[in-house]
């Protein structure tokens, strides 16, 4: 492994052996608080303490000349160094291996961490330049776009990608707290690049986006449009028919009343930008209630929606848009049973606007995530059978 640091190239390991690289990979010491390297020491510890009462790691180490004659104490010493050294490089640099869970609502969980020296050396962006995935224990980094050469090469880290952490200040804040980065990639410098503009309010004089700051003294806030730069307060109305349109979502989710659900779609209409998170989930739900129903127009009518909202705020090539067509194919050829149709052209009809939301996941995935193309071509098996 050649890295350039400081104008000098370094070799550090080898292909066999790149434990030198790990060993300098950044540790960022300098700027950890207080009770991140005290929570780093307690784990460091333990695992010394396990090393040493469980295994015979200590007289192993002894075999090595240059620790022969030191103490126990001074070797427990030696390697508590080293591990809090690792905890903390891993905290920097570690890869997080995120999983998606098929379902509505979407949502994915972290499943491991690891530490990939390569892809540690490159920087973040928001809207990073390659993507990455594992297969097995090799971590494969694939490019999104045509990277010319000389071109820095980013990744974005911790998974905090626009899919995952649209929000603006949710991900400056993450940012700088768990990598010390100030992003200043165009995603976080121009508040228009950012997804979740879609979650402003409609201004009242030019229907831009406006987000009113929120002020819990008086409930209510000042707030300046991203488009004309009206300044103003969250207009009286808009506060009463946000509190109507919460109360009907409440009655949607509570008691199952899809009337509940159209009368909070019509009123979010009037206050929120068309691609608004909760107008989303709205769909999302609604397309969740028709599914359970086993009622498979309503279902996909809805997905359909959901979609459109999914590919205007992720864009359509993103991750989540490739993964929500998967899920929908998958929702709604369970609902494809003898019963749900009145005619033979219709079950036509609904199976070919499937094929075509698959045929759309596939290109998706094949550029973000080439592992889910095996769950396509489960799903592709399936409709041939149907035909
Ligand atoms: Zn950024
Ligand atoms: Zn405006």
Known sequence: MYILKNGVVNNYGNVDDNYPYVYSLPTNFDKIDNTALVSFASVAETLVTYLKLKTNFFEHLKKWPAYANKSDKELMNKIGGVLIRHIAQLHR???????????FPLTTSTVGVAVCPSVAMTTHSCKPNTTYYFIGDIMVVKALENIKPDEEINHAYRGIDLYFEPDLKDRQAMLLKECFL???????TNPKMTPSVHDAYICVRCKGPIFYEENMAESFGEGTCLDCNYKGNIPPEVVFKETLMLNN??????LDNIKAANRCLKVAKTIYQPYHRLVRDLYEMMAAYYLHRGNIIGHMKM???TIEHYDKFYGNLSLLSGVIRLIGCVSSLLLLGPNAFNSFSQFGKILDEIKHMLEEAKVILDL????????????????????
């Open 182 to 188: 100030n992003c200043k990639c165009l995603a976080c």
């Open 303 to 305: 997905l359909k929606i």
């Open 368 to 387: 973000q995530f080439p592992p889910y193309l095996e769950k396509v071509a489960e799903l592709e098996k399936v409709i041939s059978k149907l035909r």
């Open 249 to 254: 979502l409440a009655k949607f989710r509570d």
């Open 93 to 103: 640099s570690g890869i997080q291996i995120s999983d998606i869970n098929f379902g």
